[in-house]
């Protein structure tokens, strides 16, 4: 069975409690304090990564977007964490840069 995908606001986040095997992408914004996770979370299953929304009206790439090598880190992670139950993806609204990382991995093989 293919693991569930859950993508989530950073307050969903933080109210989330894993299993020891859940495996999560937590994405804030530069320059404010990533989410306060459940201790409950295996430190070694969460990826924290920090980089800018783009607005939908912005049709250029600024500076703090996902940089390339920050992509490849997140393909990585999440080829290199087996076969969990749950992938969790979260940002601070859950509504662009969380379901554009989703959409982004399911043309990877994640398990």
């Known amino acids: 069975m293919a693991p569930a995908v859950l993508v989530m606001s950073r307050a969903d986040a933080q109210a989330f409690v894993p299993d ?3 495996v999560c992408v937590s994405i804030w914004t530069p320059g404010k304090q990533p989410a306060a996770l459940s201790t409950q979370w295996n430190p070694a299953n969460v990826l924290r990564l920090a980089f800018n929304d783009l607005p939908e009206a912005q049709a250029r790439i600024v500076d703090g977007e996902i940089t390339g ?4 880190a997140v393909v990585t992670f999440w080829r290199e964490r087996g076969s969990p139950s749950r992938y969790i993806i979260h940002s ?3 509504r662009s840069r969380g379901p554009a990382v989703a959409a982004a991995l399911q043309g990877f093989s994640l398990a």
């Open 20 to 22: 020891w095997t859940d």
């Open 69 to 72: 090598e920050q992509a490849d």
């Open 92 to 94: 601070d609204a859950g």
